[in-house]
């Protein structure tokens, strides 16, 4: 896990909303851990390369919602992604890394940071055959994110080739990507929403 993650900086454009200067919320559980967690050990992972490290699936982002109705992505863009090389049983990663952030103080039973001036919200989705699932870690000023994404396999609309009966009583297995963000301040992305241009009517 020494690999250098992806030194893509956020960038920031014209200024269009205003923020009060950093406001941190008491209500924020602060970890007593922001280290980067082991992978999952009952399956080999692969590093995905630099040239696959793109935001296609969105699942190194957060979103953001303001106080005046707003809302925009964050994205991560330093960090780590890997996929594993054969499927898994499900949810077996999904409850390891549940169990294991919240014993690093992590509050993995809420999707979202409350901060006086905004939420910052992890991307969560779940459909028939495919998911998302993120974590987010606060401590010290710092916020790191936590994606991990699901495939079912034998899974897809009814009639179609991937729609493969499984043995009675079989645990549905799934191939698994995983993003784990570096560490970043929370003022980087106050100043990212200070300067990332919102569309109008969005």
Known sequence: MNNQANNKQLTTTQAVTSLPSPQFA????????????SLYSNVRWEELPNKSRTDTDGIN???A??????SLFIP???GFFWKTTSPIEYPSIESYYSEKLKK?????DADKLQFDNFNLQSIIAD???E??????????????????????????????P??????RNAKPLAQYTIFISDPIPIEQIEQYIRNHPIPKGS
Do not use: H
């Open 61 to 63: 982002r957060a979103m």
């Open 127 to 129: 459909g028939m055959c």
């Open 131 to 160: 998911g998302v699932i993120g974590y987010m870690g606060y401590k010290d000023g710092m916020v790191r994110l936590i994606a991990v994404q699901r495939k079912l396999i034998s899974c897809g609309p009814l009639g179609s």
């Open 162 to 167: 991937e729609d493969t009966p499984s043995p």
């Open 65 to 70: 919602f303001l106080e005046n109705g707003d």
């Open 104 to 108: 690093e103080g992590w509050d993995t």
């Open 76 to 78: 991560f863009t330093k």
């Open 26 to 37: 008491t209500t924020i559980r602060n970890a007593t851990s922001l280290e980067m967690p």
